[in-house]
């Protein structure tokens, strides 16, 4: 018995498939992953600021 693929693997030879016929979206997908880690350590630095004036509120 052959195992049926996943949804997230055809999502994923899908996508392969369209950004072979679509470089642009490769360009477009590099920018949009920058974004998203600028985001995350973005949101690491204001987790630590909401940290620290929660910890001087207390005292």
Known sequence: M?????????????TKEETQNHPELVTEHVEMQKEIQ???EENEILKKCISIFTEK???
């Open 57 to 59: 509120k207390k005292n």
């Open 2 to 14: 052959q195992k049926q693929p996943s949804i997230h693997g055809l999502k994923n030879k899908q």
């Open 38 to 40: 600028r985001l995350k």
